[in-house]
């Protein structure tokens, strides 16, 4: 079965120069835990999670009016709307994602993915499970995770 359906339509997204406080505010208002970051052109050139927001911005004194771009991860992994299911939920299992920006065949976006679409959903077969758990394996990539060393204690609460 294709990604395109099961995957979210609905897909907000922003523009890398809007502010963290707008994604903060769709992000609440719409319920959803990332937003894909688009160009002109609808092309998908980063991502910022909730968990990015709190980690790279909050946590290390930024500002919630500074623009996506410092703050988005920019290199992203997207998939076309052509994809399988199985290969979604293999691509989260190794690069240890729960979202992924969906594109059609010209790079635009036309929706996004989650773990969430995939467990609740009979064709992922249970595989869903099998993924989490791989996306919950603890990372040894610093690269994407600045953060990776830190312990709960050294996180200012």
């Not at 970051?37 to 999670?49: A, S």
């Not at 500074?66 to 190794?94: D, R």
């Not at 679409?117 to 990372?139: C, F, M, V, W």
Request: hydrophobic share 35%; proline share 3%; glycine share 6%.
């Amino acid at each position: 079965m294709k990604i395109s359906a099961i995957m979210t339509r609905k897909v907000f997204y922003l523009g890398k120069n809007n502010s963290v406080s707008e994604a903060v505010k769709i992000m609440g208002s719409e319920d959803v835990g990332a937003i894909p970051i688009t160009d002109q052109f609808n092309k998908v050139i980063g991502i910022i999670t909730d968990r990015d927001i709190v980690i790279r911005c909050l946590y290390q004194d930024g500002s919630l009016e500074l623009a996506l771009e410092n703050y988005m991860t920019s290199n992203v992994t997207t998939v076309e709307e052509e994809a399988t299911i199985g290969t979604v939920i293999t691509l989260m299992s190794e690069k240890q994602i729960k979202r992924i920006p969906v594109t059609n065949h010209e790079g635009k976006l036309t929706g996004i993915v989650s773990l969430g679409d995939l467990a609740t959903h009979s064709a992922s077969d249970g595989k869903s499970s099998e993924a989490l758990r791989n996306i919950s394996l603890p990372s040894n990539d610093h690269v994407s995770n600045p953060n990776h060393d830190n312990k709960v204690d050294n996180f200012p609460l």
